[in-house]
């Protein structure tokens, strides 16, 4: 449609429009349904296969009755791809979250992910890139209800901030965190449309948006990557359940439903069963690099040299491999420095093929099939045994973890005497099964699995709040990347864990990813400015040298900081939650994790019923009782802080706690209320 066209009233035909797309969208819907298969399968098992495709598509297809189906409009000055002539009619199109075609297959509404759609994130007045106009739309509970225009190209037009972009920034945060597509800005877009051969590091304070551009990245790479992920599969690691169950709707509600979502406790459990805990000493110790050195040297150390020659009976002959010969083979292998398992099954071979030249030699023709039944002659097996015997993980690790002589020997120059004492276990068990596993051990066993069998390579991986992964847990994510590419999110200023990591660089390197491009994310679009320049007042002290983040939004009176007595403070967090609540959307209170039971039963007291984090909000049910531990990651409108000197105390080490303190403070999207029965920490006082 000609980009100068429009209607005596906009908003009656862009509703018109939308109308008209929802029917488009329901047809496409049902096209879908009514496909019969039954003349195009040739057995139950293609059947099969099909039909999950054709219901993953209808499930892709649904109108979200509360989710805009288009939020802007581009107006080309000229056809897209055609050349630009003097007085040719452009292009209309519409950006939505899914593409929309007629009965005749023309579009309705443009994927905001096909390059058509760029210009609505990146066009400036200062860079038009052919658009003559650009409309955004607002809407009411799923109805348009208001459009904002800009002219690119008229240069009588000033420059203003879109208040319908404000608008949707800020709306109140009902349930699980959704998609930004309305709301992208110029360098969040940049990273999003990144190319997939290449990992892409993210810095981002609070409020930047960079888990948003995280997950907004993997459906733009299955946009325009579908069959080759399809085939190798896409992974978001996130750094608890309640955080995954926060973000797990942004993805369908862009049409993108096969994308695994794991915590690296998911991704490695797998083998052991994760019953211990360890003290925060051990755990940096089993989380250091060095300790892939460790397993590496105690795998290869059951290798050992022939004694004897293999001797092979086939028949009336003997065939005799020489010891000197098999040691050349292992010494070889050794060399290669393969998967210990692919050496094991590679060793048998590498006999037999031995055993064949001599038959060779003898005048016999044998072919293949004599190769593969001498590998898996009893003489061969049993030398192979001997020299090479297969290695279980868990139980290697159990033996390091328990001998401390074993544990000596292969440990010798990496690890001193001490951190072998620190990690040993206290009581070891008997057996695999028997073991009080911790977390740090299952990611062990992982790399020692990796030593023997090589682990699944997805094609793209995401990482969020990647900057609390020990060195291991990195290279336990990076395994499963390692043909393909990551992105990786996070903020060094809050790093919580005792072995949170000081630099990207550093991060990146365990990762296997050393090339990576590292972005910074500065401009805060969810934080208020006042409450952001309120916690920055910690970066000197958590992470010295980080730039600070520079909110956008202006909202005066979003920071309350008040002091009460010791024994009223119960009540006074209760009331505070009750202030809140007269305002829209969620709210949550965020407390020491020791706290959490007191408060638990003050809200009790006052008949106020609460959720835990990562469970949906409702209009019902809007407050949110979170630890501080949980706390990363979780967006709320409004936040009740309790006691910061708590928050900072429940930490093993000063600069921890203030890290877990940035982290509470920088929750809240419109306000926030902090309550000090306590001294607030120097840096904020």
Not at 348 to 364: F, K, S, Y
Request: proline share 5%; aromatic share 4%; charged share 25%.
């Amino acid at each position: 449609m000609p980009a100068h066209e429009e209607s005596s009233n906009p908003l009656v035909r862009e509703r018109a429009h939308l109308a008209a797309s929802r029917a488009a969208l329901r047809a496409m819907r049902e096209d879908v349904q009514a496909l019969d298969i039954r003349d195009v399968t040739a057995n139950w098992v293609n059947a099969a296969v099909l039909q999950s495709q054709i219901d993953d598509r209808i499930k892709a297809l649904a109108d979200l009755t509360h989710t805009p189906l288009f939020f802007g409009r581009l107006d080309y000055l000229h056809v897209v791809g055609a050349e630009k002539a003097e007085g040719s009619e452009g292009e209309r199109f519409y950006i939505g979250r899914r593409h929309v075609h007629d009965a005749h297959g023309d579009p309705m509404v443009i994927d905001w992910r096909a390059p058509v759609s760029q210009p609505f994130y990146q066009a400036s007045r200062n860079n038009p890139l052919d658009v003559d106009h650009r409309r955004r739309f607002g809407y009411t509970g799923g109805e348009l209800t208001a459009y904002e225009d800009e002219y690119l190209t008229d240069p009588s037009e000033t420059e203003q901030t879109s208040k319908l972009l404000q608008a949707e920034i800020e709306r109140p945060r009902v349930g699980p965190m959704r998609d930004i597509v309305a709301t992208i800005q110029p360098e969040q877009d940049e990273i999003v449309r990144s190319d997939l051969g290449g990992t892409v590091c993210v810095q981002g304070g609070p409020g930047t948006g960079k888990t948003a551009v995280g997950l907004h990245r993997v459906a733009y790479l299955l946009y325009a990557h579908r069959e080759r992920l399809a085939r190798t599969g896409t992974l978001v690691v996130g750094p608890n359940r309640s955080f995954l169950h926060y973000i797990e709707q942004v993805l369908p509600a862009l049409g993108e439903l096969e994308v695994q979502q794991a915590t690296v406790e998911d991704l490695v459990a797998a083998r052991v069963e994760v019953r211990g805990t360890d003290e925060s000493a051990a755990a940096v110790i089993k989380g250091d690099a060095r300790m892939a050195e460790v397993l590496r040297r105690a795998i290869r150390s059951h290798v050992t040299p022939p004694v004897e020659p293999v001797v092979v009976v086939r028949g009336s002959r003997r065939w005799r491999v020489p010891a000197y010969e098999v040691e050349e083979m292992t010494a070889e292998l050794l060399a290669r420095d393969m998967r210990y398992g692919a050496a094991h099954e590679a060793l048998p071979q590498r006999i037999a093929h031995a055993v064949l030249v001599r038959m060779e030699e003898a005048g016999e023709a044998p072919d293949d099939r004599v190769q593969n039944a001498v590998a898996r002659n009893p003489a061969v097996k049993a030398a192979v045994k001997a020299v090479w015997p297969a290695v279980d993980p868990a139980k290697l690790v159990l033996r390091l973890l328990t001998d401390a002589e074993f544990l000596a020997e292969h440990a010798e120059g990496i690890l001193s005497d001490d951190e072998q004492k620190q990690i040993l276990m206290a009581k070891p068990a008997r057996s695999v099964k028997a073991a009080r596993w911790t977390a740090a051990d299952a990611v062990l066993i992982d790399e020692a699995a990796d030593l023997v069998a090589r682990t699944h390579s997805l094609g793209h991986v995401v990482i969020d709040e990647a900057q609390d992964l020990s060195p291991m847990q990195y290279r336990a994510v990076g395994r499963r990347c390692s043909t393909g590419s990551a992105t990786v999110l996070g903020d060094l200023a809050q790093g919580t864990t005792p072995w949170s990591t000081g630099s990207w660089e550093q991060a990146l390197f365990h990762l296997g990813k050393a090339d990576a491009l590292v972005e910074e994310l500065t401009a805060g679009f969810r934080v208020p400015r006042e409450v952001i320049a309120y916690a920055s007042r910690l970066l000197p002290a958590i992470s010295p040298g980080l730039t600070p983040v520079e909110s956008v939004r202006e909202a005066p009176g979003s920071l309350a900081v008040r002091e009460v007595a010791a024994e009223g403070l119960d009540a006074a967090v209760v009331a505070a939650c009750e202030e809140s609540l007269h305002h829209e959307g969620s709210i949550g209170l965020i407390a020491a994790d020791a706290r959490i039971p007191a408060l638990a039963a003050a809200l009790g007291a006052a008949g106020h019923a609460y959720l835990s984090p990562g469970e949906e909000t409702t209009a019902a049910s809007r407050l949110t009782l979170v630890p501080a531990s949980l706390a990363k990651g979780l967006e709320y409108d409004y936040v009740v802080l309790d006691e910061p000197a708590a928050v900072v105390d429940g930490e093993p080490d000063e600069r921890t706690g203030l890290r877990r303190l940035y982290v509470a403070l920088t929750r809240a999207v419109s306000g926030l209320i902090v309550l000090h029965a306590a001294d607030l920490p120097e840096q904020l006082a």
